[in-house]
Each structure stands twice: as structure tokens, then as C-alpha cells.
């Protein structure tokens, strides 16, 4: 009895086009049972074997911490040279370009540059607190602050 599983992936390699329906069951499955991906190998015999695939390992997010951490103001972190490392607590008050941002905290406002990574899938408001870890850097007559990571408070 032929196995399915094999008869795909012959079916694979072979360059035909693929039926859909087995396709689409065998990712529902996956989806469903939450199964590791699996893997073809051959074996000392010139067979193809399937192993499950190794788990993922999970996201590195250690690192080095302290505990003289200095929360900067927006007036203090613009007056720093560029290149320097600040954090910030405050507010992002408005969106003003795609990763353009204006930060507001009691001392007034700085521009901020906040890519894709830095917001770790955090949805933030302007109501919300947040915590800001970057680098100050001055362009011509322009300083702002490349935001790396944004925490929730």
C-alpha cells in the first residue's frame, strides 16, 4: 500500500503540478494538531525517510542589565552627543512620517525613529506610558532619537 505522505513528495520532486486538496488537508492537519514541520532524509539504503523536525528554540531575550539605569528627559536626551544611548518615559504623541514619531514627556517633546522591531508587537496609543531605549542621532541641523525597543508601562 502506497503511503500518501510519500506519494506527495514523490509528487513533489517530480516538478507536476500538485493536486490542491491534499495540499490543503495536510496543512489544515498541521494547523490543527499543531504539528512540527516534517522533514524529508535519506537513509544508508537510498530511501526517503521522514523525521519531525526540531523544535524551535525560543527567542533569545537576555542580556546584560543594570541597575543604574538613568531615565532621561526628552530636553536632556536632545542636549547628549550623537551615537549616545538613552531611555526615555513618556508618551508618543503622534505619528508623523511611516516610522516618524513625536515623543512628549513633561520636560517637552522630542522626534523620534521607531522601525518595525523596535515595537515587539506592542500596540500603543498616545494615552499610553511607554518606555523608550535608543541612540541620539544628529543629522545637519536635525537631532532625533533612533528608537531600538519600546515597553508598555
Not at 53 to 78: H, I, M, N, Q, W
Not at 79 to 108: C, H, P, Q
Request: glycine letters at 8%; a positive charge.
Amino acid at each position: 500500500m502506497n503511503n500518501p505522505l510519500t506519494t506527495f513528495a514523490r509528487q513533489a520532486r517530480s516538478g507536476r503540478p500538485l493536486p490542491m486538496l491534499p495540499l490543503a488537508l495536510l496543512l489544515a492537519a498541521a494547523l490543527l494538531l499543531d504539528c512540527q514541520p516534517v522533514q524529508a532524509k535519506k537513509d544508508k539504503a537510498d530511501r526517503e525517510t521522514f523525521a519531525v523536525a526540531p523544535a524551535p528554540r525560543p527567542l533569545d531575550t537576555g542580556g546584560y542589565t543594570t541597575t543604574d539605569e538613568t531615565v532621561l528627559s526628552a530636553r536632556d536626551a536632545l542636549t547628549r552627543g550623537d551615537g549616545s544611548w538613552v531611555m526615555l518615559r513618556g508618551n508618543i504623541s503622534r505619528r508623523v512620517g511611516e516610522k516618524e514619531y513625536v515623543f512628549t514627556d513633561a520636560s517637552g517633546s522630542a522626534d523620534v525613529r521607531i522601525g518595525q522591531k523596535a515595537w515587539q508587537g506592542a500596540r500603543i496609543s498616545a494615552e499610553d506610558t511607554v518606555l523608550l531605549y535608543g541612540k541620539v542621532r544628529r543629522h545637519w541641523e536635525h537631532t532625533f532619537i533612533d528608537i531600538r525597543r519600546v515597553v508598555r508601562q
